[in-house]
DNA sequence: TTCATAGTTCGATCGTAACCGAAGCATTGT
DNA sequence: ACAATGCTTCGGTTACGATCGAACTATGAA
């Protein structure tokens, strides 16, 4: 009863660990089918499919079916927030899933995040972004100035076609692992994707971690030095 | 199974309609005994005393026992951040609990959000402080300016004090009736503690909605104009 | 001491939701 | 046409957790 909004229903739905799992798949960015969502849920695919309505009834997921398959997404980047945001309160209190594994390491100095790049690159990535004065930060809010527009123009992204697009350019994305802020937005997205075109990284088969070349490791530190 | 930290336990945590309540009601800033908490939550005592028990095993409460009351709060301001980004991502999708009531127009004109001013007037409060410049604002960040210090300590709050603590003196945080902004951190709660002071405004018995006095809305308005 | 209030713990009940086997559609390939 | 793959729906089982009555502990008041 009472007043306000229902966080009881999403909770549920964040709440099954199945559900957790999928979800926390998603966040890695691309597409998934319900048969691959049902491997990382550690579950048949019949009961994957009532998941997966659920949580589509409850605006978390949205799906486009191709051919003979069903990709399943995040609904839209909110959703991708609220996972994360609730992914660094979880590693904050120690609700682990378990501990340290070998394929953590890799997970940790760069993953990717919905469409952006997290982890240890991804933080330093911002901190030198702000530090060579290409992006202005005031606590968690994040905007880019005109020496970074035409800094970005340089390595290959017009922010012009960015700004036209309803989400917003710059956001800051708290990260679990570093448990610092890296850059999220059409902005976070492009240079990932610049990176990803330039064959600097690749993603991983199944996993959200993104492996760099080692000519792509030597650019990506020398393009994004660390602080002195 | 697999990497990252455990989203689902804080799901299931606050998946709970009566556990939800509880929260939602804590969201409210004061401490409550078990007894009032079983009463917002719809439940007997002995059910809310293990749903409380769970939620501070989770880390999502803290407790204090004073003569032969147990008082419970949010553990911290991280916890009510987070149930207030819920409750923004659910009324976004439209998971409400009722349709709106009677008791809501109060709730939405100014409530309590943790320890500061939430609604419409917490709203309309940081957006005059942008305007009159004594805040600067980058996407969700916020900090005080010079002007901002000195308007503040004219109405009677030194923000020197409030920078000594750990705690984020400006802080957006996003609100789920109005879907915009309004200002958290220490100097969010030294703002709503003044106005109470000086007996403009007071809490109300079980709500976590706010009255203002005549006088103090007289104030409170002229203090901060809506933008031209 | 006795009584009352606040809260926890125990035990049992009950409902719901997760789960999977099997069958049913749909799409693609041969 | 037929088979194979991808997914959904149905039915039945099972298990977990929310719930409350009752008994127990603790603090305070008379």
Redesign the pocket.
């Known amino acids: 009863m009472k007043e306000g909004p229902d966080i009881a229903q999403i909770g ?2 964040i ?5 957790a799992n999928m979800l926390a798949a998603l966040t890695g960015g691309r597409a998934l ?4 969502l ?1 491997g990382v ?14 949580l589509e009834a409850g605006g978390l997921l949205a ?1 486009r ?7 399943f997404t995040l609904a839209d980047e909110a959703v991708a927030r609220l996972i994360e945001s609730m992914m660094g309160f979880a590693a904050g209190r120690g609700h682990l899933r378990h501990r340290p594994g070998p394929k953590e390491p890799a997970l940790r100095k760069a993953r990717i995040c919905y469409d952006h790049l997290a982890g240890d690159y991804g933080v330093r990535m911002l901190d030198s972004l702000i530090a060579s004065g290409a992006i202005a930060a005031i606590g968690d809010g994040l905007a880019l100035t005109e020496k970074g527009e035409s800094d970005l123009k340089r390595i290959g992204i017009d922010v012009g076609d960015l700004r036209s697009s309803r989400r917003p350019l710059c956001r800051s994305c708290l990260d679990w692992s570093e448990r610092r802020a890296h850059l999220a937005g059409s902005l976070g997205k492009a240079l990932l994707s610049n990176f990803l075109d330039k064959g600097w990284a690749r993603r991983t088969a199944e996993s959200r971690s993104i492996t760099f070349s080692p000519e792509g490791d030597r650019q990506f530190l020398r393009l994004f030095p660390a602080e002195a």
């Open positions: 549920a739905l709440g099954d660990p199945a559900r089918t319900a048969t691959e049902a849920g550690g579950i048949t695919l019949q009961t994957a499919s009532t998941h997966l309505a659920k799906q079916k191709q051919g003979r398959h069903r990709y």
